[in-house]
């Protein structure tokens, strides 16, 4: 079974700060990929980023960082200098590769609120 | 950039009334996926279809839902009997064979009342 857990519901921060968002995930399998969604308030899901199980490196985009950790299976999303426009609701992701389906389950989302 | 497109942005329907729900995929792309955002909500997986059929389908997808490919193009989620609850955002998806990038189109509003 796959399992993605983002404990933290919502944060709030003011600006300029960083903020790191938490992603633990759960699976049996070997090959599988990771996610991050960020979700404006216009509803749609912005892709930020793909991580698959063989590649451990972290990634660094701009102010956005991610470390993957397959010994704590966790994959987290650290946000430097946030701005106010990184407000929004963030999902992380799972896809599993051992079918055809691959279908991606989510996470329940870190709503993070950055204040000016 | 190819993009999924959906239609429409926002729907509102009365209770028990049929939707459908229209998602043109990338063309290329042989997967596709419905998921299911109730507001506030986490977003859920519905269904996933390849070479014609549901291939997997999560324990929300019951008899009032069903997914068709009527040609080479559309990809369609009929609610047939609309309840409350099913107002949500939906989302379509598809992906490139042994692609694990997925492509989502920005999502249908769906109101029952």
């Known amino acids: 079974a796959q399992k993605v857990t983002q404990a933290q519901t919502e944060i709030s921060v003011v600006e300029k700060e960083d903020v790191t968002l938490d992603c633990v995930y759960e699976?049996?399998?070997?090959?599988?990929?990771l996610f991050w969604y960020k979700q404006p308030p216009s509803g749609e899901l912005v892709f930020l980023i793909r991580?698959?199980?063989?590649?451990?490196q972290n990634e660094i985009s701009g102010r956005y960082s991610w470390n993957f950790q397959k010994s704590t299976s966790s994959f987290n999303f650290t946000i430097t200098a946030s701005q106010v426009v990184d407000s929004a609701v963030y999902f992380c992701?799972?896809?599993?590769?051992?079918?055809?389906?691959?279908?991606?389950?989510f996470g329940a989302g870190t709503r993070l609120t950055v204040k000016p | 950039e190819p993009e999924v497109t959906q239609t429409p942005s926002h729907q509102v329907t009365q209770m028990g009334q049929e939707v459908i729900l229209r998602c043109v995929p990338i063309?290329?792309?042989?997967?596709f996926y419905w998921y299911r955002q109730i507001l506030g909500q986490k977003v859920e997986f519905l269904v996933s279809?390849?070479?014609?059929?549901?291939?997997?389908k999560s324990e929300i997808f019951d008899d009032q839902f069903s997914v068709e490919r009527p040609d080479g193009s559309n990809f369609t989620l009929k609610i047939r009997s609309t309840k409350l609850e099913d107002s949500a955002m939906y989302f379509c998806?598809?992906?490139?064979?042994?692609?694990?990038?997925?492509?989502f189109g920005s999502g249908t509003r769906l109101t029952v009342v």
């Open positions: 992701a799972l896809s599993v590769l051992g079918n055809n389906n691959n279908d991606m389950r």
């Open positions: 279809f390849y070479n014609n059929e549901i291939s997997e």
């Open positions: 699976t049996r399998d070997t090959t599988y990929y």
């Open positions: 991580r698959n199980s063989f590649d451990e």
């Open positions: 998806a598809s992906r490139h064979r042994g692609g694990a990038g997925y492509t």
């Open positions: 063309s290329n792309h042989l997967y």
